[in-house]
């Protein structure tokens, strides 16, 4: 197989880039960084796919990237495709349209897969470095340097990994390695999980011993309780035995009493209580009784006035009442006093105002407020009003004053001119004030437009004279001249047609002629004509020899013509002769030459009918010309009323636009002229209305010389003159007018002033005669007056005050007398005589006595009733002690009183003896052990005393022996129950069981993974050796002569021996095998040298039996020195007669190199260097 | 009306087998696996109210020494005991095989059947009638069902025996019998114990195998549990599984076809490992990964599958959130070219390997051959292991050498 082209339509920085490759040697040359390393794996990739993560994905985005190509077999079968990055489906027709089975490219291939492909079929500078690398690694060994040239790259790492990993897992003798580790740890764990587990047999024989010692205890513990108790009766006996005794003894006491009474505990207080509260009782009554008698006695001699206190309420107002009274006599005397002045003052106002009325008849003249308002607001008025007077008189003289101002003024004369007519000029003037600036720009405008006409007018051609005439000028419509130009059009047209038919013609006709005269080469083909007239010379001849037979000798003139005729001169015999033979001759021709007589005639008939074509259509020429004739006189006949001899109708064209052009301008120029005149007109008559109307009003100026605006100016400025004026008249004649208003209304207003005056004065002259005023009064002696007047009524109120207030004192002394005077009277007839004041005070002091022994009599009253309870009381008290003795007796069964303290006394004997055998049986009781005492002593008094001691000694002993049996016992229970409970059903042992899971997993791995790893070492041995028996002879061979020529013949070639171990290794043999040198000695490029050898004789035995794939070679000479360069390229050339081989290099010397190699080798153009590929960025 | 529980196979303190420890594997969490079950048993019981408890043999694992094992047992039987329900069983080949059970003492809610003869339990309140016989040994191989007693008129009749049947896969054969022997008994519900792989045959009667109640290895997949047997006034009985396992054993095949990076295979992987995850409502599983399919990285795979589970592991750590362990990784994918790896290279290296195993793979004793000796690593490795490296076994080579093969290729092409 090899690759026909490679596109690289895009892939890594490639674009639409196709490279064509050849059979043989391809040198790809690129400069750096022209994207070698991105074309080699475009063919990788191209035969087998895009890898996922591509590095050439940075200038065409991943589904973009495309490689293409035409492959073609050995046996000519050419597949052309293209690849896209993808999964499935990514081989593609050469068009990238359908895709094509993945498997297209898989027969090209051979079965050569993509591993395979990249280590045998490629080889570039650092796989040939590490070559020589593994070369000298492996220490020449022959086995191991045919497997690697076979495609295995690595091969010494791999060998050395396999050991090394088979080494960390295992080896026989060792401890490190993890499987020896493992089962060490295995074992460990296994004497762990013994010691932790719990043996069923032990927990038994355990639990059995407890149970054992469980019973025992029990059984020890009974006795002991046995005899702890009979230890502890004898031992209570022996204490009760002395109040035993005393109990016995106190019993029989007591049933000597057994007849006493037995009393209450507290008899004996009770009776001397008793005895005591009778003592105290007697006492008291008579206490009681001495008492009530010295009261009632104290009783006896008190006296109480029962009718004066009967008056206790008068009496005591009586008294009250006497302070105010005192009181009111001192402040009557104020009171009169300040009557009597009131009194004097009034007095002095009456004289003041001079007045004769008496004091108490002055009421009548009290003048109401009403009034006295009225009087205030009428003083206050006539002050308004004489204001008002004055106020009016002076408006009325100013106005006055005025009018006599103003009188000169107005009389001065108006303006009585009429400047409405001026105004109206004026106003149409300024309305055209610019209109002379107008006349000038259109005067501008029509010079330009002028000047502009005069010069288009004398550039029209053909036609010379005014613009008058101009307009008049009768001219074809430009519809006709276009009618002409189109006739015109269309002769030229024909005119054209038919030349060219006739140029054609002529062609025809020449080509014909040419025919002719190559059909006549050399010779002239024979007409019909020709033997025509051969024929009638030849028959004229015979008629002539005929004659001559005949014997009429025809004319010798007749003869010598015929002669000439057909042979210059000479003799007619042979002219005859001659003319026989060219008729002939002629016929044979004809018959011999008929084709080409033939040819000759169809010829000729062709050239008569080109003739006659030639001939219509120069008729129809003609035909054409006079047409174009009759055309132009027409043309003229048009123009001819204008006077103008026209040219083309496509120049007459252009010359009736311009003279349209010039109508405009013609038009323009007279309405611009119009213009201006009626500008100048309109000027004329407004300046000659305002000179008229100015001079109508007495403007006397030079108005000829001034201009238009002048004109206008001086006219409003005259307008406006005669305008203020007029105002300045009328601002007058108003103020003359006003003053006279202002006077009339002055008399107006001083007229009602006078008339409010007089009302006043009526009103007035009533008004103060209630003040006995005259009406002439003044309003400020009217206010005196109404002044005094309120004062006088003033003290007169003060006056009446005081004396009301005199008269009500007067009244309550008088009172109170009669009320002291009645009380007197009534309770004390002895005071009759004395003052009132005495007789108040005297029953106020006898009031006070009598209360007093009121009281006493009251407190002696209480204390009696105090005396006679505290009686009632002691005699209860005696009554109950006696009750008392009474009961005391019958309790104790006594008769008397005397015998009651004996028997109380044998009471309290039997009560002791009682409280004894009480304290005694107590006593007793802790010894008793719950028997009664009665019980106890009776089983005491049966003990021996004086064995007690030696039998409770005998107990205590066998209780000290029980205790620590039992002990024993218990310590040995115990120890087994704590022995039990270890056995808690943890999970210790469990959990070792489990890690030992964990642990044989592991190991279970690891040994998997040893047995798998050693036999893939002992594999990979025996395939070495195998690989080595079965390639080394032809590769070796190979091998050997490639490597004497890539060394240059530094090396003779390689040989196999032994080494020291007994492995076949290579040597290099030295020329003339003197010496045979070991890898190792080589130096570093010989052992690539020998790398390469391998490899290419590795390919060569390949291609032996498999179809041949393309050998990619990437810039592998970079180490070689230019000969042994050269040598290898010579190798390469050499192999690519086998297959293709495509060489990658950026070094150019490479390229010269190549070039040479070929040319002194006998190869033939194998070599192929292709440039310009590369891909700058 | 009335519930019971049934089950069978505690195997108490078996540990779990085939886990490796490594970095991150949620050791604590699995231990005691066996032992949190029984406890879940337990408080099952506890909580559905069940009128009592059977056990259908297989207490212990008959080689385990530890009593303490069965201290734990009668703790939890006390569990139940205070709840006042009694329980039920038959003793299994691996009990009979144990001193334990001789030993134990235990609490009287307790009762196991006699071994010397086929006995009944007269439950006269719920008018339930159970009938039982234990293995007096390991090697019970007779017909123990046949001799069970006819059943109780009235009362729902219970069967509680050990028993692989008629044959079922993976079991040693005890006590067998056939199934139309049991139909044949008249009783209501047989209460079957010994094999590990749960199996209710409806009925009447229902003859129901619970399986074990928790998986101890990669062939004890799925939930384990006990069934829950609910009887209706009718005496008709219906079953209820409950899963009592803590550590689920899952077998999960991951289809890798088509990848073509390592992290393609973790990221399917991962997807497959979370769906995985979600089902078991968070409780620890341990996963056995099965890749297949066909993908151009089955010989990365085969080069260096150690390395991978690592990744793997360190993956199922992020997604399994500390309650998945990955038991281990195998590698069942294929390269996709039909043609397999060398046919190109007739003559070249690869090919050579390709002869070499094909020559070997023929010969009785191929490590005579190859000059390998695997001898000191056999006598090392304690039995639990024999079967890892078995030289002597022709067939063990086969495999041997076909793994060995793939893993060198693998290697050379990298």
């Known amino acids: ?126 796989r040939l470095r590490e070559g020589g690398e593994e070369v000298l690694r492996g220490e020449g060994r022959v086995g191991e340097l045919l497997f690697a ?65 469980r019973e025992q205890r029990e059984m020890l513990t009974e006795h002991l309780v046995a005899s702890e108790a009979n230890a502890t009766r004898l031992r209570r006996i022996q204490t009760a035995l002395p109040a035993l005794s005393g109990w016995r003894s106190t019993l ?338 004809i018959r011999r030459e008929a084709d080409r007589v033939a040819n000759k005639a169809q010829l000729a008939a062709q050239s008569e009918s080109l003739d006659q074509q030639k001939a219509e259509c120069e008729e129809s020429l003609n035909a054409v010309e006079t047409e174009r004739h009759n055309q132009d006189s027409k043309w003229e006949g048009r123009w001819r009323e204008a006077g103008i001899a026209p040219l083309s109708p496509c120049e007459m064209k252009d010359w009736s636009k311009k003279y349209a052009g010039l109508l405009d301008v013609a038009d323009k120029l007279s309405e611009e002229s119009s213009t201006l005149k009626q500008l100048e007109q309109r000027r004329d008559s407004l300046r000659k209305r305002l000179s008229n109307q100015m001079s109508g009003v007495g403007v006397e100026v030079e108005l000829e010389l001034k201009t238009f605006k002048e004109l206008i100016t001086l006219g409003q400025h005259f307008v406006e003159q005669v305008r203020d004026a007029r105002a300045e008249r009328d601002q007058l004649e108003k103020e003359n007018e006003r003053a006279k208003n202002d006077i009339q209304e002055a008399d107006r207003e001083l007229t009602a002033a006078q008339n409010d005056l007089a009302e006043w004065q009526t009103t007035w002259a009533d008004a103060v005669a209630l003040l006995r005023l005259e009406p002439d009064a003044l309003p400020e002696q009217a206010e005196s007056v109404l002044a005094n007047m309120g004062r006088l009524f003033d003290e007169l109120a003060e006056a009446d005050r005081n004396h009301r207030r005199i008269y009500g004192i007067d009244k309550t002394v008088e009172e109170f007398e009669e009320d002291a005077e009645r009380m007197a009277e009534k309770v004390a007839p002895d005071l009759a005589e004395r003052s009132v004041e005495e007789i108040a005070a005297q029953l106020n002091a006898r009031m006070s006595n009598a209360r007093d022994a009121q009281q006493r009599k009251n407190s002696l009253l209480k204390q009696r009733e105090e005396q006679q309870e505290l009686l009632r009381q002691a005699q209860s008290e005696d009554s109950d002690a006696n009750a008392e003795l009474e009961a005391m007796l019958k309790e104790a069964e006594c008769d008397s009183v005397e015998e009651l303290p004996t028997a109380i006394a044998r009471s309290n004997q039997k009560r002791s003896l009682q409280g004894r055998v009480a304290e005694l049986t107590s006593q007793l009781a802790p010894s008793c052990g719950g028997q009664s005492v009665e019980e106890f002593a009776v089983e005491a008094e049966a003990v021996d005393p004086d064995q007690l001691t030696p039998r409770i000694n005998e107990f205590e002993e066998d209780i000290k022996r029980l205790k620590e049996e039992r002990d024993e016992a218990l310590t040995a229970e115990q120890r087994e129950k704590s022995a039990l409970e270890a056995y808690d059903g943890g999970e210790a042992a469990a959990n070792i069981a489990a890690e030992r899971q964990f642990l044989l997993s592991k190991l279970e791995e690891d040994s998997h993974e040893y047995v798998i790893t050693r036999v893939a070492g002992a594999l990979l041995q025996k395939s070495i050796e195998r690989y080595q028996d079965r390639a080394q002879g032809p590769v070796l061979k190979l091998a050997s002569s490639l490597f004497a020529e890539l060394t240059c013949g530094a090396f003779e070639g390689l040989r196999a021996d032994f080494d020291d171990s007994g492995k076949e290794v290579l040597l290099g043999a030295r020329p003339g095998e003197h010496e045979l040198l070991d890898v190792s000695a080589m130096s570093e490029g010989t052992r690539d040298q020998l790398y390469l050898a391998l490899r290419l004789a590795t390919l060569e035995h390949w291609f032996e039996q498999h179809e041949a794939i393309p050998f990619i070679v990437d810039d592998v000479l970079l180490s070689f020195d230019d000969e042994r360069a050269k040598a290898a390229l010579n190798c390469l050339l050499k192999l690519s007669q086998r297959t293709q081989v495509l060489f990658f290099t950026h070094h150019d010397h490479l390229v010269t190199l190549a070039r040479c190699v070929e040319e002194s080798s006998d190869l033939g153009q194998d070599l192929h260097v292709i440039t310009g590929w590369g891909c700058h960025a | 009306m009335f519930t019971f529980l049934h089950a069978a196979d505690i195997h108490l303190d078996s540990p779990l087998q085939g886990l490796d420890k490594y970095d991150g594997a949620p050791v604590e969490e699995i ?213 009592l396992d803590v550590l689920r054993w899952e077998m999960l095949q991951v289809d890798v076809r088509d990848a073509f990076e390592k992290g393609e295979i973790l990221e399917h992987a991962a997807e497959a490992l979370r769906e995985t995850v979600e089902k078991a409502d968070g409780r620890l599983l341990s996963i056995r990964v099965q890749l297949v399919g066909k993908t151009a990285l089955s010989g990365m795979l085969n080069a ?89 076994d022709p067939e063990w080579w086969r495999r041997v050498l076909r793994e060995a093969e793939s893993h060198l290729v693998a290697r050379m092409r990298e």
């Open chain 1, 252 to 589: 029989s006491e007591l049933e000597e009493l057994s007849v006493a009474v037995l009393l209450p505990e507290d008899s004996v207080e009770r009776h001397a209580e008793a005895h005591r509260k009778l003592s105290v009782a007697n006492s008291r009554c008579k206490d009681a009784r001495d008492r009530l008698e010295s009261i009632d006695e104290d009783l006896e001699s008190i006296d109480v006035p029962t009718e004066l206190l009967l008056e206790r309420t008068s009496i005591d107002g009586l008294y009250k009442r006497l302070g105010s009274h005192e009181t009111a006599a001192r402040d009557r005397t104020g009171l009169d006093m300040k009557e009597r002045n009131a009194r004097q003052s009034a007095r002095e106002i009456l004289r003041q105002l001079g007045w004769s009325d008496d004091l108490e008849d002055l009421e009548k003249n009290r003048v109401t407020d009403e009034k006295q308002t009225l009087i205030r607001t009428l003083s206050k008025k006539k002050e308004g009003l004489a204001e008002r007077l004055r106020s009016a008189e002076r408006t009325k003289k100013r106005a006055k004053k005025r009018l006599e101002e103003l009188g000169d003024e107005a009389e001065a004369p108006l303006p009585e001119t009429a400047v409405q007519e001026l105004t109206t000029v004026l106003e149409d003037a300024s309305a055209a004030r610019d209109i002379d600036d107008q006349i000038d720009s259109h005067r501008e405008e029509f010079d330009s437009l002028q000047e502009c006409a005069e010069s288009a007018l004398s550039r029209l051609t053909l036609w010379e004279g005014s613009f008058g005439d101009l307009r008049r000028l009768k001219v074809p419509t430009d519809a006709t001249i276009e009618l002409f130009e189109d006739s015109n059009r269309d002769m030229e047209a024909r005119t054209r047609g038919i030349n060219s038919q006739l140029s054609g013609y002529h062609a025809s006709k020449q080509q014909l002629q040419q025919d002719l005269a190559e059909l006549e080469k050399g010779d002239t083909v024979p007409t019909e004509d020709e033997l025509e007239q051969a024929r009638a010379l030849r028959d004229h001849g015979l008629c002539l020899a005929t004659e001559q037979l005949a014997g009429n000798p025809p004319n010798t003139e007749d003869l010598s013509d015929f002669a000439s005729i057909v042979q210059g001169d000479g003799e007619f015999t042979t002219a005859l002769e001659t003319s026989v033979r060219t008729a002939d001759m002629i016929v044979d021709r």
């Open chain 1, 1 to 126: 197989m090899q690759i026909d082209e490679l596109r690289l339509s895009a892939y890594g920085p490639f674009s639409d880039c196709a490279l064509s490759l050849r059979p043989g040697l391809n040198i790809l040359y690129g400069p750096n960084e022209a994207g070698k390393s991105s074309a080699l794996r475009a063919i990788h990739a191209l035969f087998f796919g895009v890898p996922q993560r591509t590095p050439d994905g940075f200038v065409h985005v991943y589904d973009k990237l495309r490689v293409g190509g035409v492959v073609v077999k050995q046996n000519g079968d050419r597949l052309e495709c293209v690849r896209r990055k993808g999964r499935k489906l990514t081989l593609r027709d050469g068009e990238d349209g359908k895709p094509l089975p993945d498997d297209s490219l898989e027969s090209f291939l051979g079965a050569v897969d993509e591993d395979f492909f990249s280590s045998v079929f490629g080889i570039d500078h650092q």
């Open chain 2, 31 to 243: 231990r005691g696996a066996t032992r949190q079950a029984l406890r879940n048993l337990v408080t099952t019981a506890i909580e559905e109210e069940v009128a009592f408890v059977v056990i259908a043999g297989d207490l212990y694992d008959g080689d385990w020494r530890d009593f303490n094992t069965g201290l734990f047992f009668v703790q939890q039987m006390v569990r139940l005991k205070q709840a006042g329900i009694p329980v039920f069983g038959v003793t299994g080949n691996h009990d009979a095989a144990n001193r334990i059970t001789r030993q134990l003492p235990l609490p009287e809610n307790v009762t196991f059947f006699s071994t010397k003869e086929p006995e009944t339990v007269h439950l006269k309140e719920l008018d339930v009638a159970l009938h039982g016989q234990s293995y007096a040994e390991q090697c019970t191989t007779t017909d123990l069902a046949k001799h069970y007693p006819a059943p109780v008129g009235g009362c729902f009749n219970i069967g509680v025996l050990h028993t692989s049947m008629s044959g079922r896969e993976g079991h040693g054969s005890y006590a067998p019998c056939s199934e139309d022997c049991l139909r044949s008994a008249g009783y209501d519900y047989w209460a079957l114990g010994h094999i590990h792989q749960r199996e209710v045959i409806e009925g009447p009667p229902i003859i129901a195998y619970p399986g074990n109640i928790q998986g101890r290895h990669i062939r004890e997949t799925g939930p384990k549990g006990c069934l829950i047997v609910r009887v209706d006034n009718a005496g008709v009985a219906t079953t209820e599984f409950t899963p």
């Open chain 1, 149 to 213: 040239a076979g495609g295995v790259s690595h091969l010494r790492d791999l060998q050395q990994a396999i050991d090394g990993r088979a080494g960390e897992l295992f080896k026989p003798s060792a401890q490190k390695p993890l499987i020896n580790k493992g089962v060490a740890d295995l074992q460990g764990l296994r004497g762990e999980l013994k010691s932790l587990q719990a043996s069923s047999d032990e927990w038994k024989s355990l639990a059995e011993a407890r149970d054992h010692h």
């Open chain 2, 304 to 392: 260096d599958l150690r390395q991978f589970t690592e990744d793997f592991r360190a993956l199922a750590l992020d997604v399994g959130s500390g309650n998945l362990w990955i038991e281990k990784v195998k590698n069942g994918t294929e390269l996709p070219s039909e043609k397999g790896p060398h046919s190109a290279t007739g003559e070249g290296p690869f090919a050579e390997v390709d002869a070499v195993v094909r020559e070997l793979v023929e010969l009785p004793n191929p490590g005579e051959d190859l000059g390998v000796d695997f001898g000191d690593l056999e006598r090392k490795l304690p039995s639990e292991l024999s079967e890892v490296v078995k030289s002597s």
